[in-house]
């Protein structure tokens, strides 16, 4: 089973694989995107984050591999009065342009398999945001291999903070945490965990 089967299986299941319901972190962090602004939401997957963006005023646009992610996305925007502008592409053949976003999101998202992959990405979110421009991300961090509540079980999809630090400019580090806390998003991430959060401004 390749990714786009594995993710369309999951997605295409009853109900939402995450729930509907926006991540904590992404509610936290969404003052600091530029009101109004142009959101790229990364492996969005079924769209929850998308559309709560959506319905806080931001022009949002998403991409992930999954057609039934797409649908779900669909669905939910529509249940919810927004739309959203959704792209089905892996993201290392999606253009993320350059100085197009306000804002580039990334919740629990495949970026890449290692951290070498996961650099090059890196690069491109840069290059893609405007000035000012702002990054959010929550991962699931190493340590989460000793919770099993959710994730990858690769620790090689799992960056920590000093993988951020080594990619950004340090002066673009408006939060930067490993910290644990309970994450309640649908049936496959359930429970204490352990993440990584960043919010990056761009110069």
Known sequence: MNDREFWDERFGAQGY??????NVFLEESVSFIPSSGQVLCIAEGEGRNAVFLAKNGFDVSAVDISHAGKR????LA???????????SDLDDFDLGAGAWDA????????????EARKFVYQRIQKGLKPGGIFIVEAYHPRQLE??????????FLPA???????FEASGFL????????????????GAS???QVVWKKA
């Open 194 to 196: 352990y993440v990584t």
């Open 161 to 167: 903070l000093e993988e951020f630090k080594k990619a």
């Open 78 to 88: 529509s249940e919810n009065g927004v739309q959203v502008s959704y792209t089905i």
């Open 104 to 115: 580039i999101v990334s919740i629990f998202g495949y970026i890449g398999p290692n951290a």
């Open 175 to 190: 939060h930067g945490a490993e910290r644990e806390r309970e994450v309640f998003e649908g049936e496959f991430h359930t």
């Open 17 to 22: 694989a995450y729930g509907t319901e926006p």
């Open 147 to 156: 919770y099993g509540t959710g994730g990858p079980k690769d620790i090689d």
């Open 72 to 75: 779900k996305t669909e669905t």
